[in-house]
């Protein structure tokens, strides 16, 4: 039986999707089967990230409607051949999910797959509830600013509560992902500290992924960080995170600034 | 003609059934009086909103201080709803206004009047395992509310009675809503959004800075909150 997992966040331009590409990715390079579900109807991404947008034929509404089936429009990731995509509708709005069509979309991907990841839309509405709704967990996307600590609070409130798994009494598991972590302005003390992050949010970290210019490279050409750049920072934390969520115990660093000899000269030039 | 209702609308009627109280007086009514006084301060309220049947059958057209009865019914804030018994041409009762009575009805047995009502029971209290997490709200109008965890930024706990907070207090914490002055807020670590008790309120500017992110308690002296660091 696969682990239905949510990737969400509350707030927008977090780095759900970039997340969700990159765990998706990682996993999958272990050898897992996964699958990622962009639930952003309307507004789609993923496919963007994933450089799959040229192939979307069927998507997510349509297999809920019934006009096509799931083999019709999953897609194949060329790059890693266990990873595989079920677009979102730009077309659409959020009000074509409907709750019996998602819950059969979860359950047929569940036999297929080990992972299902639903790429949550920013917000508390229906989208993102319908991504939530059928996870066995969740990994809360936050930056390391107030704003974003808060709408994941808020977030970690509503999959305690509305979620299947709450209602049946049960405790959804949640890991926090800091991402677009900055050492150099954490080490000036102008960017919330770690800290207080897990403070506020008390649940298990699952990684820090620190600010890069290879996330955005790798956004551009189509391709998750963690198959672009797998030597980057990004992509380490990245493919760690992904080990801890097969249950791998690995420590969790908190990425540093790393001076070379190049950024001193130039340091001092500019000074 | 366009327009107009040819019928009267219906009105709508349904039935409803109260059990009425029946209060049969006895000679000499000084007496009878002062035991009603006693049975309603055992019990206050117990006669509040309720119908009340007055029989005068053990009255006679004579006995003294009959035309004060049902004055003195009213004064205690009982509502005569009907007068069984005597007689509307009796001299003494000639200044009562008469009410119309409800005809029929069974009688089904006397009342006891509970006894107990004078001891209060304590209000229950509610506990909160976890954290109040932002955009949640808990409301509990009666007793004190313990949260095992954290209140949240954008988080709102309300209490009848005291807050009493385990984790850290980030967001709002009411104490004492329906008037109670005597609530306290107790929490681990202050950095609330906004306290308040039984309506007096102080945001997060108004605070006492000495007590940020400390162990405090707040409590309301006078019309002011006070601020206290807790041991």
């Known amino acids: 039986m696969a682990k239905v997992l949510v990737v969400t966040s509350g707030k927008g331009g977090v780095g759900k999707t970039t997340s969700t590409a990159a765990l998706g990715a ?246 | 003609m366009s327009g107009t209702h040819s019928s009267p609308s219906r009105i709508r009627m349904s039935g409803r059934s109260f059990l009425a109280l029946t209060l049969t007086p006895e000679a000499p009514l000084t007496d009878w009086l002062a035991a009603l006084d006693h049975q309603i301060q055992r019990a206050a309220g117990f006669f509040t909103g309720k119908p009340v049947i007055l029989d005068l059958s053990l009255m006679q057209a004579s006995t003294p201080d009959l035309p004060y009865l049902l004055p003195a019914l009213q004064e205690r804030g009982i509502r005569v709803l009907g007068i069984e018994g005597g007689d509307k041409t009796w001299p003494a009762v000639a200044n009562w206004e008469w009410p119309e009575s409800p005809m029929g009805g069974r009688a089904s047995g006397p009342v006891t009047i509970p006894e107990n009502d004078m001891t209060p029971t304590l209000p229950p209290t509610l506990v909160v395992e976890e954290s109040v997490r932002s955009g949640q709200h808990i409301i509990w109008p009666d007793g004190d509310v313990v949260i095992l965890g954290a209140v949240s930024s954008g988080a709102e706990v309300t209490a009848g009675g005291s807050v009493h907070i385990y984790g850290a207090l980030r967001g709002r914490a009411i104490a004492g809503i329906g008037g109670n002055a005597d609530a306290r807020i107790f929490t681990r670590s202050l950095a609330a959004e906004l306290v308040a008790i039984d309506g007096f309120y102080a945001t997060a500017e108004e605070m006492d800075a000495k007590c940020t992110d400390k162990p405090t308690q707040v409590l309301l002296t006078g019309e002011t909150l006070a601020f206290k660091p807790l041991p």
């Open chain 1, 26 to 271: 990682a996993l999958a390079k272990a050898g897992q089967s996964v699958v990622l579900v962009d639930f952003d109807v309307g507004l789609r991404n993923l496919d963007l990230v994933m450089g799959a947008e040229r192939r979307v034929v069927f998507d997510l509404i349509n297999v809920i409607q019934g006009d096509a089936n799931l083999a019709q429009a999953l897609i194949k990731d060329k790059r890693v051949d266990t990873l595989s995509l079920l677009p979102a509708s730009q077309t659409r709005d959020k009000d074509a999910l409907t709750s019996e069509g998602v819950a059969k979309v979860i359950a047929d991907l569940s036999k297929k797959f080990d992972w299902v990841i639903c790429d949550s839309p920013a917000g508390i509405e229906r989208g993102a509830q319908m991504a939530m709704h059928h996870a066995d967990m969740a990994v809360i996307v936050t930056n390391p600013e107030v704003s974003s600590v808060r709408d994941s609070d808020r977030i970690i409130g509503m999959l305690d509560s509305t979620t299947e798994k709450a209602k049946a009494g049960e405790k959804m598991e949640k890991f926090l992902l800091i991402t677009r972590y900055d050492p150099q302005r954490a080490a000036r003390g102008d960017m919330l500290g770690t800290d207080d992050v897990l403070e506020i949010l008390s649940i298990p970290l699952l990684g820090i992924i620190p600010e890069s210019p290879d996330v955005l490279k790798a956004s551009n050409v189509g391709a998750p960080v963690t198959i672009a750049e797998p030597e980057s920072a990004p992509a380490r934390a990245y493919t760690e995170a992904a080990r801890r969520l097969m249950g791998e115990k690995v420590e969790v660093t908190i990425p540093t600034e790393r001076k070379g000899l190049f950024d001193w000269l130039f340091k001092r030039r500019v000074a």
